[in-house]
């Protein structure tokens, strides 16, 4: 194209003004290619929310459950006409059950310009991609990321879940005084925020209960087999009454099975990280005395967990998961707050959903507290012969 002089001067200046523009914007807008932003321009009759979620690799599930939870509540939403008039819609970016492309697909996420951002499930992602909408100042829920470490990012993150010391002292609890186990043995994920964090805590509640650690081993989540370390377990004096494996499914599916083809009978424990009907695919559909911890129970009579599972059922023809019922309750209380928030600017937003209050949720009564977590009670669920089944519930540990 030819141009006289005058047109490209006055192009040069608005580049440079429009990078003037950008440089006080600061970090407002990351991009994820690091050349800049490759984001689309919002519809502005659409509310763009973001989710990131391990819709690939060995928490497939989580995702999915995730994903399936949120769309359900937004599509009820917007049946209901949305916010002035106003539709939601989501858009999923997968992490491949990995911390680096968490970190990618939140920037991504930036990029299209989203009003908050809903995900991580498993700790470490979260991690991963807090930091970037804390930099962003876009207010960030994770359905059910439970390490502490989490919410310490920043005042834009948050969370409708409990967290782990809480989790880990219910299972420790569920050890001493219903299976009264004097002795545990621990077999952790090396390589997940949440499993390491759980290991502290379970062994900080468990021998401020009076019960003892007996033996310690460690995994990484591309490892298959798991023999080796369970044979140091079993041999371990004295014998561990229990083995906690606060790890994800696909490694504690596979470690559960090995361990009773290896003869190790004794209960085996987990916490929410086992939550998937995968875990059976990995365990084998013959497991019993196996137990551990959850934010709820599916199949709770409570009307409003029936309502939403039968929601559920009737756009997936699946059992939801807490998963499931943790993503939807993500999305239901993001727009509660955007109801209450003066703008849905970040400032905005992140003031309304601190300040919730008792909010139904279908896994309990969600208060925001002043760490941005949720103070709820768990449940213990049971393995049993290729199902969960609800055990009991843990209120104060
Ligand atoms: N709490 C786990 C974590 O922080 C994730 C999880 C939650 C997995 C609920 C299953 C069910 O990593």
């Given at each position: ?143 059910s990321?439970t ?14 879940c409990f967290i782990d010391p809480y989790q880990a002292a219910v299972v420790a609890r569920f ?23 759980f290991?502290?805590e379970?062994?900080?509640a ?63 424990l987990g916490g929410d990280g086992w939550d ?15 137990y551990f911890s959850n934010h709820m129970a599916?199949?709770d ?21 807490a998963?499931?019922?943790l ?36 896994s309990g ?9 949720a103070d709820k009670s768990a449940v213990i669920l ?8 609800f055990k009991e519930r843990i209120e104060k540990p």
């Open positions: 194209m030819v141009m006289n002089r005058k047109p490209a001067l006055l192009l040069a200046g608005l580049a440079a003004l429009a990078l003037v523009w950008a440089g006080c914007k600061g970090a407002q807008n990351e991009g994820a290619g690091g050349g800049g932003a490759t984001g689309q321009t919002p519809d502005r009759d659409v509310i763009l929310i973001g989710h990131y979620g391990s819709m690939t690799g060995d928490q497939a599930t989580f995702g999915k459950s995730t994903d399936n939870g949120i769309r359900l509540a937004i599509e009820e939403i917007n049946a209901a006409g949305g916010l002035n008039g106003k539709k939601l819609e989501v858009r999923t970016e997968d992490t491949a059950s990995d911390a680096q492309k968490a970190e990618t697909a939140v920037k991504r996420l930036v990029d299209m310009k989203v009003t908050a951002v809903l995900g991580e499930v498993a700790s470490s992602h979260s991690m991963a991609g807090g930091p970037i909408c804390q930099r962003n100042q876009i207010p960030m829920i994770s359905p990321s390490n502490p470490k989490v919410t310490e990012i920043g005042d834009y993150i948050f969370r409708v050890a001493r005084s219903s299976l009264n186990a004097k002795t545990a043995a621990i077999f952790y994920d090396a390589g997940q925020a949440y499993s390491v964090g290991r502290d379970f062994k900080k468990f021998t401020q209960m009076g019960g003892t650690i007996v033996q310690e081993a460690s995994y990484t989540s591309s490892d298959k087999d798991f023999k080796a370390q369970l044979t140091r377990i079993k041999a371990a004096t004295p014998a561990p009454d229990c083995i906690l494996v606060p790890g994800y499914y696909t490694q504690a599916g596979t470690i559960v099975k090995q361990a009773r083809d290896l003869d190790i009978n004794v209960p085996i998937s009907q995968d875990f059976h695919t990995y365990a084998g559909a013959n497991i019993t005395n196996a599916t199949d009579p409570n009307p409003t967990v029936k309502k939403f599972v039968e929601a559920y059922k009737a756009k997936y023809g699946a059992t939801p998961d998963l499931a019922a993503g939807y309750d993500s999305a239901k209380l993001l727009f509660d707050a955007m109801k209450r928030a003066r703008s849905l600017n970040g400032p905005d937003l992140r003031d309304a959903i601190a300040a919730t209050k008792d909010f139904d949720g279908v009564k969600i208060t925001m507290n002043a760490q941005r977590n049971e393995v049993y012969n290729g199902t969960f089944r």
